[in-house]
């Protein structure tokens, strides 16, 4: 139901733009999120975005450099990364949710995931 994209290598410094769809209409009305995962470790909560596009929220680690939006088609969302840092790779997913819970999605609790796309910054 989600699809992640726009993942792959760029240098310490560079910009990446990943992108989510969903294929069902569903998720209109759903509140969507990014989580990432680096190897060997857990689950960490990026960004998140409410179904209107009013509300935003990020972890400490990428606020000031990624920016969350969501598309005019309403069942898609985009994380605009600046400033990369080699701790920033990882494999990133999106995902989807009815509720509004930043502490669910800071535990890395969504209802809806989707294949994730891998990041890899270089130093």
């Known amino acids: 139901q989600l699809q992640a994209c726009g993942g792959g290598l760029v240098q310490a410094g560079g910009s990446l733009r990943l992108s989510c769809a969903a294929s069902?209409?569903?998720?209109?009305?759903?509140?969507m999120g990014w989580l990432r995962q680096a190897p060997g470790k857990e689950r960490e909560f990026v960004a998140a975005?409410?179904?209107?596009?009013?509300?935003?929220y990020y972890s400490d680690s990428v606020k000031g450099r990624f920016t969350v939006t969501r598309g005019s088609a309403r069942n898609t969302a985009y994380l605009q990364m600046n400033s990369l840092q080699p701790e920033d790779t990882a494999v990133y997913y999106c995902g989807a949710d009815p509720q509004w819970s930043i502490s669910a999605y800071t535990a890395g609790n969504m209802d809806y995931w989707g294949k994730g796309t891998l990041v890899t910054v270089s130093s």
């Open positions: 069902e209409d569903t998720l209109f009305n759903y509140h």
């Open positions: 975005i409410a179904r209107s596009g009013d509300r935003t």
